[in-house]
T-cell receptor, first 109, second 114 residues
Framework: EDQVTQSPEALRLQEGESSSLNCSYTVSGLRGLFWYRQDPGKGPEFLFTLYSAGEEKEKERLKATLTKKESFLHITAPKPEDSATYLCAVQGGSEKLVFGKGTKLTVNP | DADVTQTPRNRITKTGKRIMLECSQTKGHDRMYWYRQDPGLGLRLIYYSFDVKDINKGEISDGYSVSRQAQAKFSLSLESAIPNQTALYFC?????????????FGPGTRLTVL
């Protein structure tokens, strides 16, 4: 059974304080690992897809990396507007996405 | 901008009532999905459809049914609503191609069953 575990559940940072979110996964035949951002009461917003170990993708202050067992979302010099819940999901042979429970990030000014 | 829309955005209903949530998309995607989100449980898949003639049960389909009326429309029904179906419901779409598996989500429907 495909599984995704995200840590920490919540993270509080000061503006400019860089950190990383973790997504550990087990999947049969990884087809893709996905990161989403979700603001309260809104639908998840797609950020990145990673397909194979060693792959990295960047967007503004966010950088996602992938190994065979986990993915990291690095946030460099975060701003208050980066506050959101970040969701990780994997897609295996079944082609369905399995989501983690998310990391709630709060960036204080 | 091509989009995924959901109606209604909010709904309060009573136990035993029949409810339909609707999803429309202008992305031209073949695949559509219904999820529910509960605090502490994350997003869970209810039903999914890879094309108009294909409907599949997800992780938590009991108490729900779906209809794929067209490529662009996918409806979720609660035949007899119960309080533990109170949740945020999201529709999503994807192209389903090997290198484009990401799903795009609608804004959600907040459903409360009293």
């Amino acid at each position: 059974e495909d599984q995704v575990t995200q840590s920490p559940e919540a993270l509080r940072l000061q503006e400019g304080e860089s950190s990383s979110l973790n997504c550990s996964y087990t999947v049969s035949g990884l087809r893709g690992l996905f990161w989403y951002r979700q603001d309260p009461g809104k639908g998840p917003e797609f950020l990145f897809t990673l397909y194979s170990a060693g792959e990295e993708k960047e967007k503004e202050r966010l950088k996602a990396t992938l190994t065979k067992k986990e993915s990291f979302l690095h946030i460099t010099a975060p701003k208050p507007e980066d506050s959101a819940t970040y969701l990780c999901a994997v897609q295996g042979g079944s082609e369905k996405l399995v989501f983690g429970k998310g990391t709630k990030l709060t960036v204080n000014p | 901008d091509a989009d995924v829309t959901q109606t209604p955005r909010n709904r309060i209903t009573k136990t035993g009532k029949r409810i339909m949530l609707e999803c429309s998309q202008t992305k031209g995607h073949d695949r559509m999905y219904w999820y529910r989100q509960d605090p502490g449980l994350g997003l869970r898949l209810i039903y999914y459809s890879f094309d108009v003639k294909d409907i599949n049960k997800g992780e938590i389909s009991d108490g729900y049914s779906v209809s794929r009326q067209a490529q662009a429309k996918f409806s979720l029904s609660l035949e007899s609503a119960i309080p533990n179906q109170t949740a945020l419901y999201f529709c999503a779409t994807s192209r389903g191609l090997a290198s484009y598996n990401e799903q795009f989500f609608g804004p959600g429907t907040r459903l409360t069953v009293l």
